[in-house]
């Protein structure tokens, strides 16, 4: 019988916690090492050394050998470099294990192959790695053995931020700064930390290990680049919360585990809308860990699902005609002392402080909505934004009933009187409990919605970091509780002041709150017509970092210098550029050397079928009439791998940059689109035997 699994027995027992430092540090370095992660400063290397022999010590008890620092470049993916804890011998040949808390503190990669945006110069290597104390070291088991990683930011050798956690952990600081500023107004005197929270719901596809591997689109751009609807899709909406299927229950027990014992609060699993699609999501963290946590999920799907002979997709758009995947980033803010300062309570009218903190999110969204979209957009994302399965690519923010009445109240007379209550669901079955039902619905259709307690940003992609959204949220939210304060801070009647004040921000704002469909050519009219911004795609969100405005913000608050932008904007056009050329490469190749071969030879078969009937006496129209169709599209098909070749030759002659990458854009892509389209068609007509890749019925029903 299979040993019965206890969550509470396992649970961070690949973590470095709290709870193990206290039981393995003196009482005098633990609080030196809690008073740095609480209030900031600086471990003095004498505790550093302590802390380095404790956890290294943890570590070659659990069967480790190496250690790295974890860090996450410019690429999107993390990073990480082992070197052994062996030391040298001593005078007897006995292998010495050491760890110091110099190494722990600081580490020295390559930095020269990482994308810089011009930061640095290729010739110039040097970069270090800072131990993030606040996220806790953790092992990875994997091929390479045990290994025990530590989180660390990364930087150039003259400061600047060559990762996305130098910036989050500035926004973390701005936005704690200034929202303390923000509840000391109201008397909270005893919270000494604001906190922004997060909680992804992260969705990613499974498909067969054996069929992934047949198919070059998947193995060198992560989704499919060719391929005919199945004969059924998600139409029937079966799969949707269905029953797991028993090889995805294994799958997803198995996952459940490592991240467990990784310490990552694996909460939700199910079946996603699309055919073998799925999530899992997590509780609730601070930004920070949840965002390395959230890089520990995906790693380990992919992992995972390797030893199950699957191969996990995290590209945002991997079937055409079905959903793609997205994560919904659950953002808040809450005191060290409890306090959830998006949480309205019972009468949100008269809770003066949350309305105070409503308005200003209402008007940092709407001031920054360009960079909230930058911040959710990567190559695989514009496949999905704006279609009917994801928000559009117009930032609004919905409020639903209760709060939408509140707002409209404030900006009309300048107070609200009352709040819509939830009252209770009525089933009109006797057994059923009478439910208490909230004051408002949801919509899954708006971008940036209020949930409750927090706020549900839908638009990130799958396999993106949410290191890059969370940053963006901090930022903006902590500029307007600076204005805020500033103006409140001054007031000679702080009462008057600030209900002046929330007036002022709804209504200059609301334009900004929508609570219809997001989905609906009606709502693209609406948002034209209040001056909202669409931006469709990723290299039209790329220059809203380097605008006046954006560099103002970020520099205010310390998070990126003009330099860091302008290095991110860069890498942006470059990383587009590249994708797309991968991705027109590949279908190149697959067209060159699989389909087109495959269907010549069926066309052989069909001319040698027509003689045959011919030959006999007998009708051979219907062979005729589909040798004609097939040969058609085969002519078609090869004039536009003919365009697509000679307009990615030209694409990457061109300069890297803004120019290059809007060339691939609007030609390279439309060039791509036109040679999938007679190459699917093909497919439906082609004999499966032939036909030399998995269709979309292999993929995403055979799992």
């Not at 391929?227 to 198995?254: L, N, S, W």
Request: charged fraction near 25%; include cysteine.
């Amino acid at each position: 019988m299979e040993k019965v699994l206890n969550v509470e027995e396992i649970f961070g027992e690949n973590v470095f916690t709290l709870e193990k430092m206290k039981q393995r540090l003196p009482k005098g370095v633990f609080k030196a090492v809690k008073n740095v992660m609480t209030y900031g400063g600086e471990l003095s290397l004498a505790n550093a050394d302590v802390v380095a022999k404790a956890m290294k010590d943890w570590a070659v008890e659990k069967g480790a050998t190496h250690y790295t620092h974890w860090f996450q470049p410019l690429t999107g993916v993390t990073a990480e470099k082992h070197d052994s804890f062996i030391a040298h011998p001593d005078e007897e040949g006995k292998m010495l294990m050491e760890f110091s808390g110099k190494e722990l503190i600081k580490g020295e990669p390559d930095a020269s192959s990482f994308p810089s945006g011009g930061l640095r110069a290729t010739f110039e290597a040097r970069g270090y790695t800072a131990w993030d104390i606040t996220s806790p070291a953790f092992l990875k088991e994997s091929g390479t053995g045990v290994t025990l990683c530590i989180p660390t930011a990364f930087c150039s050798y003259t400061g600047e931020a060559l990762d996305k956690k130098t910036p989050l952990l500035r926004s973390m600081e701005a936005v704690n700064e200034q929202a303390l500023r923000i509840i000391r107004l109201f008397g909270n005197t005893t919270a000494t930390k604001v906190v922004a929270s997060v909680g992804p719901e992260q969705e990613y596809f499974l498909v067969s290990k054996e069929k992934y591997l047949q198919r070059k689109d998947l193995i060198f751009a992560g989704r499919t680049l060719f391929g005919a609807p199945a004969p059924k899709g998600q139409e029937m909406e079966d799969h949707y919360f269905g029953v797991i299927r028993e090889r995805i229950g294994r799958y997803m027990r198995d996952l459940n585990t490592e991240l467990w014992k990784l310490g990552v609060t694996a909460k939700t699993q199910h079946n996603e809308v699309a055919p073998a699609q799925h999530e899992l999501a997590t509780i609730y963290e601070t930004a920070n860990i949840a965002v390395d946590h959230n890089q520990i999920v995906m790693e380990a799907m992919k992992r995972v699902a390797a030893r199950h002979d699957l191969r996990c997709l995290l590209h945002e758009k991997p079937f055409a005609g079905v959903n793609g995947s997205g994560k919904h980033n659950n953002w808040s803010l809450g005191t060290d002392d409890g306090v959830n300062l998006l949480d309205p309570g019972k009468t949100p009218n008269e809770n003066v402080q949350f309305l105070l903190v409503l308005a200003c999110i209402l008007k940092a969204v709407d001031t920054h909505a360009d960079l909230l979209r930058q911040s959710a957009s990567d190559v695989g994302n514009d496949h999905r934004l704006g279609a009917n399965e994801a928000p559009p690519a117009i930032i609004s923010v919905f409020l639903g009933e209760q709060l939408e009445d509140v707002v409209r109240q404030l900006v009309e007379r300048g107070e609200a009187v009352g709040s819509k209550e939830g009252g209770r669901l009525e089933t009109g079955v006797s057994t059923l409990p009478k439910l208490e039902k909230d004051a408002t619905d949801r919509n899954r259709t708006s971008p940036f919605a209020f949930t409750g307690n927090k706020f549900e940003f839908r638009m990130v992609g799958s396999a993106d970091s949410i290191a890059s959204p969370n940053t963006i949220l901090n930022a903006i939210v902590a500029e307007a509780f600076c204005e805020a304060a500033d103006v409140l801070e001054k007031a000679d009647n702080f009462e008057t002041a600030v209900h002046d004040l929330i007036k002022e921000y709804l209504s200059e704002h609301q334009r900004i709150i929508f609570n219809g469909n997001g989905y609906s050519d009606e709502w693209i009219a609406e948002a034209e017509r209040r001056g909202l911004p669409n931006i469709k795609s990723m290299v039209e969100a790329v220059e809203t970092l380097t605008t006046d405005k954006a560099v103002k913000l970020f520099e205010r608050f310390g998070i990126f210098t003009r330099a860091e932008l302008e290095s991110r904007e860069e890498i942006l056009y470059e990383t587009y550029a590249k994708t797309i050329n991968i991705e027109a490469l590949t279908m190149i190749d697959m067209a060159s050397k699989q389909i087109l071969p495959a269907v010549i030879r069926y066309t052989k078969t069909l001319a040698d079928t027509v003689l045959a009937v011919k030959d006999a006496g007998a009708d051979a129209s219907v062979q005729e009439e589909l040798l004609k169709t097939v040969s058609g599209l085969l002519s078609s098909a090869k004039k536009a791998l003919g365009v697509l070749k000679a307009e990615d030759e030209k694409a990457v002659a061109m300069p890297e940059g803004k120019e290059q990458a809007f060339y691939y854009k609007d030609v390279v892509k439309k060039a791509m689109e036109e040679l999938r389209a007679p190459v699917d068609e093909l497919e439906m007509l082609v004999d499966k035997e032939i036909w030399p890749i998995p269709s979309y019925s292999d993929l995403m029903f055979e799992v």
